[in-house]
């Protein structure tokens, strides 16, 4: 016979601040930890405040995608809208030369590294 589904454990909802518990700006010199703010609570913001920015990512292949961070998971899987291939520069092809992908899912497990894009962190105020 199989074992019941255990529910899985889901953080309490936010007690302050936005329906999503992220506050833009935080109040005369407070920190978060002063505020009770979990470490959940900080990285959703953190995500969130990147949301809608360019992303560059590095994949274990050597192929780079650019394109504007829409989603991620908890297997760290990361959505591209207008998502650019680009070929590591050992290959045939031209390095330089992009491929349009569009929208783009990346599995979590394939991904090196993540930066923001200089243009788009400018228009950063909260990270």
Avoid: W
């Avoid at 349009?100 to 400018?122: D, K, Q, R, T, Y």
Wanted: proline letters at 8%.
């Amino acid at each position: 016979m199989a074992a019941p589904a255990v529910p899985e454990q889901l953080p309490p909802p936010p007690q302050r601040g936005e329906e999503n518990g992220c506050e833009n700006s935080p109040s005369s010199g407070e920190s978060g930890e002063e505020k009770g703010e979990s470490s959940y609570q900080r990285s959703r913001c953190k995500l969130e405040n990147l949301l809608n920015k360019s992303m560059r990512i590095r994949m274990t292949d050597g192929r780079t995608l650019v394109g504007c961070f829409l989603c991620t998971d908890r297997d760290c899987n990361v959505i591209l809208g207008s998502a650019q291939e680009y070929l590591k520069p050992t290959d045939s092809f031209s390095a330089g030369e992009p491929r349009v992908l569009g929208l783009a899912m990346v599995p979590g497990h394939h991904i090196v590294s993540i930066e923001v894009e200089l243009e788009s962190l400018a228009s950063l105020q909260y990270l």
